[in-house]
């Protein structure tokens, strides 16, 4: 059974800065890709990041690209994103989920976590 626990969302004010953590178990997160997505009130979930097991390649949205930096710490199963200058527009709540293929579409991840609410005030 694969688990997903995030942690570390809040309230932030814009140009503020937050890590999200994210604690695997059941699953080696350097053996399959681990991603981030988003998902605002009225709105599809987005993707955001993801890390790829083999390698650890990274790509991120446009809307987060050069702001946001995913990684990973293979000693405590765990990944992290560091979000810095965060915007308003990145209120939502992120999930981190876990996959076999790599892709920017919710429905190719087969695990995701509880979601922890990110706010930022203008």
């Known amino acids: 059974q694969v688990q997903l626990v995030e942690s570390g969302g809040g309230l932030v004010q814009t140009g503020g800065a937050l890590r999200l953590s994210c604690a695997a178990s059941?699953?080696?997160?350097?053996?399959?890709?681990m991603g981030w997505f988003r998902q605002a009130p009225g709105k599809e979930r987005e993707f955001v990041a993801h890390?790829?097991?083999?390698?650890?390649?990274?790509q991120y949205a446009d809307s987060v690209k050069g702001r946001f930096t995913i990684s990973r710490d293979n000693a405590k199963n765990t990944v992290y994103m560091k979000m810095n200058s965060l915007k308003p527009e990145d209120t939502a709540v992120y999930y981190c989920t876990s996959g076999t293929l790599v892709a920017t579409t919710p429905k190719y991840y087969d695990y995701w976590g509880q979601g922890t609410q990110v706010t930022v005030s203008s």
């Open positions: 059941g699953r080696t997160v350097s053996s399959a890709t």
């Open positions: 890390m790829w097991g083999s390698g650890g390649r990274t």
